[in-house]
Every structure is written in C-alpha cells, then in structure tokens.
C-alpha cells in the first residue's frame, strides 16, 4: 500500500506565496508520476500541474507562470510552489502519485487533501 502526506496549505492574501509539499511512503517500486489536482465545492477535480519522474511537466493555463512543480525522486516527494495565488486559486489541493509496487503491479494514490485559501 502506498501513503501520501500533503503539508504546506494555509491562508494567504492575494499575490503571496505557498508551497506544497507531498510525500509518498509504503510500496514504491518505482515512481512514474505525481501530480497536484484541486477541487472546489460544486465543481469537478481539476489538474493543477503534473511531473513525470524524469522531470516533464504540464499544468493547467490559469498556473502557468504562477506555479512550478518540481519532484525529489530519492525522496519520494513532490512540491508545487505557488506565486502570485489569487483567489480563484482557493480549493483543496489532493497529491495525485502513480507508479509500480512491484515489477508489475502498478499504484494510483491520493492524499487526504490540503486546504489553500487566498483572501484578504
């Protein structure tokens, strides 16, 4: 089985900063990806920004050039850092990771989910 542990939320004005950070613990063969997806009350889970161990990523338009996801594949470990958060940016944010347990069992874990709210 594998665990994620999200850290990192909070409230923060508008144009601050914050920096999620997530984990991954148990059963890791190896890891293909991890992502950060966000979800608002009423709305569908979006993807927020994706990485490939190997370091390519992708995120949605309204974060490009705001956020950057980076991933320590020794660690297990992804962050987004997040810049001039504006209120829209307000949602749960659920660390997303897939990869292998074995060499041919493969995992999708999801974190409990971390709060950001962006208010003045």
């Known amino acids: 089985q594998v665990q994620l542990v999200e850290s990192g939320g909070g409230l923060v004005q508008p144009g601050g900063s914050l920096r999620l950070s997530c984990r991954a613990s148990g059963s890791i063969f190896s890891l293909v990806s991890m992502a950060w997806h966000r979800q608002v009350p009423g709305k569908e889970r979006e993807l927020a920004a994706h990485?490939?161990?190997?370091?390519?990523?992708n995120y949605k338009d309204s974060v490009k050039g705001r956020f950057t996801i980076s991933i320590d594949n020794a660690k297990n470990t992804v962050y987004l850092q997040m810049n001039s958060l504006e209120p829209e940016d307000t949602a749960v944010y659920y660390c997303n990771a897939r990869g292998y347990r074995d060499a041919e069992s493969i995992f999708d874990a999801w974190g409990q989910g971390i709060q950001v709210t962006v208010s003045s």
């Open positions: 990485i490939f161990s190997g370091g390519i990523t």
